[in-house]
């Protein structure tokens, strides 16, 4: 069945910038339009409709950065029967208009084509290998010299950035955290904070500061000239990052910050460079994190888009809750991989997705 769902995803791509119906997609593949519409559905978590509103709409974000089309050309291109039309669904998705991106390109949660029926995950990341950072490195290196401190999201890269010397001299800490599971506190790395947040990973104060307050120490220090946070696109990324960004405002720091956005293209990854200004952080970490409500203050698209996945996330019946119920069937590791692999925009990792698994089951 993967096969077959592969092969109508690969004609959605090949006409998505074309009208056609669903009967016609039928026709290609052999089953009745809405046989097509519910495997879709069943299979992916979202539906055909949707998935391709969100690969049209990221693909014209690219237009708007790498060419000179007029807007409304871009609009035309995609499908949007208007600029209007156009600015209010792409406003919708990224928080911003299409105008003030183009304007001032920001990083944005990439929207790639499904592949049901990749058989290796995104579990691991050999950044030695995938990325290219020799530019960033040079230019980090001639304004700070040594006095950076890279705060890399998860063990994984920490090791990695560490043992490989990406950086050079400067240093280099992990948040070893999941902030979007679980109650969360102020101020953020206080004795509070970590009762609250050990509590909600279910270990000992001691364990949740070996692990996570022992780690970051060198970040404490407020030594530093400029800080670069090394995050990904995803939920679990961004809303990491709003935690650090909020803590940097409660410490004052003044010093200069930079998100190296790090995101996946082609099993290839690739870094997208913003400078940070510090200012409201801490206002959205409260209204989202803390009283869970949409921020009253202006965020970048990438974290726009983290934030209103962490909301739905955070609600008992939400898209990846109704993937889970309707594969309840399929062994616990298949199911986890199939997660991982349809989304990624989510970015959590095995153990929340077990956590999420065992409450459906439970609520059945």
């Known amino acids: 069945m993967n096969n077959i769902m592969q092969k109508m995803i690969d004609w959605i ?9 669903l009967k016609e997609l039928g026709s290609h593949m052999g089953y009745s339009p809405y046989y097509c519409s519910f495997k879709f559905h069943q299979m992916t978590g979202i539906t055909i409709k949707r998935y391709m509103s969100l690969r049209k709409i990221y693909l014209a974000s690219i237009d708007l950065k790498e060419s000179d089309q007029k807007m409304i050309d871009v609009a035309h291109k995609y499908g949007f029967s208007s600029q209007e039309a156009f600015t209010r669904a792409f406003k919708i998705t990224f928080g911003t208009s299409p105008a003030v991106y183009r304007r001032d390109p920001q990083p944005l949660q990439t929207v790639v084509k499904l592949n049901v029926t990749a058989t ?21 290196q001639q304004q700070f010299d040594r006095d950076i401190l890279n705060v890399l999201n998860g063990q994984l890269m920490y090791e990695e950035f560490s043992h490989e010397k990406l950086m050079e001299h400067s240093d280099y800490v992990p948040l070893n955290e999941a902030m979007c599971s679980n109650k969360t ?4 790395f206080s004795t509070e904070f970590i009762k609250v947040r050990a509590k909600g990973h279910r270990v000992s104060t001691e364990e949740y500061e070996t692990k996570v307050i022992n780690a970051l120490k060198p970040l404490f220090k407020n030594q530093y000239t400029c800080i670069i946070l090394w995050f990904g696109n995803d939920m679990f990324c961004q809303i990491n990052m709003l935690t650090l960004l909020a803590y940097l405002e409660e410490q004052g720091f003044k010093g200069k910050v930079y998100f190296h956005m790090v995101k996946e293209i082609e099993r290839t990854f690739e870094v997208e460079e913003i400078e940070i200004e510090l200012g409201d952080f801490q206002d959205v970490y409260d209204q989202v994190m803390i009283h869970k ?4 203050k202006n965020v970048m698209p990438v974290m726009y888009q983290g934030i209103k996945l962490y909301l739905e996330y955070q609600m008992q019946e939400n898209e990846l809750t109704s993937y889970i119920r309707n594969h309840l069937d399929m062994p616990q590791n298949e199911l986890i991989r199939q997660l991982f692999k349809l989304f990624p925009q989510y970015g959590i990792g095995d153990l929340q997705y077990i956590e999420m698994i065992e409450k459906v089951k439970n609520n059945r």
């Open 13 to 21: 791509e090949d006409h998505l910038v074309e009208e056609f119906s």
């Open 120 to 140: 290796k995950g995104g579990f691991s990341m050999d950044v030695s290998e995938k990325m290219k950072i020799v530019a960033l490195q040079n230019k980090a």
């Open 185 to 188: 506190t102020k101020p953020i």
């Open 293 to 296: 409500q949409w921020p009253t």
